[in-house]
């Protein structure tokens, strides 16, 4: 078993409680941690926002061609690009517009 680092002390790097001091401290990258106090908290300001956030209807999709039409006010030539924007724009819009139904 491999030793650990004379002089580390592990803490929240949150709220600074000590190893000793939580129930739980749970190591992400490198030397930060966080603790189920800390998590506690998150997940309460989440569910908080979930709460207030308004779920605005998305309203009509556009179509393909006027997501291109809209781009070629902006871009010159590029159609493969465009053609790929508007793809990944509308599967974006559609994902979206599922999520607000649920
Ligand atoms: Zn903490």
Redesign the pocket.
């Known amino acids: 078993m491999a030793k650990k680092a004379a002089g580390v002390k592990k803490s929240?790097?949150?709220?600074?409680?000590n190893y000793d001091a939580?129930s739980r401290?749970i190591q992400g990258d490198a030397d930060a941690?966080?603790?189920?106090?800390?998590?506690e908290?998150c997940h309460m300001l989440l569910k908080k926002d979930q709460k207030q956030a308004p779920s605005k209807p998305i309203g009509k999709i556009p179509t393909p061609s006027q997501i291109k039409e809209h781009l070629d006010e902006y871009i010159i030539g590029q159609n493969k690009a465009k053609k790929n924007a508007c793809r990944c724009s509308l599967q974006s819009l559609q994902a979206f517009a599922y999520q607000g139904r649920q």
């Not at 929240?12 to 409680?17: A, I």
């Not at 941690?33 to 998590?39: D, H, Q, R, S, Y």
């Open positions: 929240c790097s949150f709220c600074g409680r939580v401290l941690f966080i603790c189920n106090e800390c998590v908290a």
